[in-house]
Nanobody, 125 residues
Framework: VQLQASGGGLVQAGESLRLSCVAS????????MGWYRQGAGKQRESVAD???????NYADSVKGRFTISQDNAKKTVYLQMNSLKPEDTAVYYC????????????????????WGQGTQVTVSS
């Protein structure tokens, strides 16, 4: 199972970006996906997460500005980021947890805490 994040870029304060993260592999289910970010010199922090049933959680700093959503059929999670602020500048990572998939030998396994590569978001003032 691999996670591929995209959609980052350089924007001005107040503008929007939409991040996408696609999970690939012989996946049967993903119970939980989320977005994290890590600013320069800072620890990685949770931004938003969503369960397979659609329940969501957001960091206080992004509530009302960011929206996480998913397309289960496409095994994709999105992060719509509006009203971006310079303090949102960070590398954004997607995460998938409790992923049920088949190995190369057709064994069903549950995988935990999978990470994609980061995508850089830079917000200028």
């Amino acid at each position: 199972v691999q996670l591929q994040a995209s959609g980052g870029g350089l924007v001005q304060a107040g503008e929007s970006l939409r991040l996408s993260c696609v999970a690939s592999g012989r996946i049967f289910s993903i119970n939980h996906m989320g977005w994290y970010r890590q600013g320069a010199g800072k620890q990685r922090e949770s931004v938003a997460d969503i369960t397979s049933s659609g329940s969501t959680n957001y960091a206080d700093s992004v509530k009302g500005r960011f929206t996480i959503s998913q397309d289960n059929a496409k095994k994709t999670v999105y992060l719509q980021m509006n009203s971006l602020k310079p303090e949102d500048t960070a590398v954004y990572y997607c995460n998938a947890d409790q992923v049920g998939s088949l190995t190369d030998t057709a064994e069903f396994v549950w995988q935990k805490d999978l990470w994609g590569q980061g995508t850089q978001v830079t917000v200028s003032s």
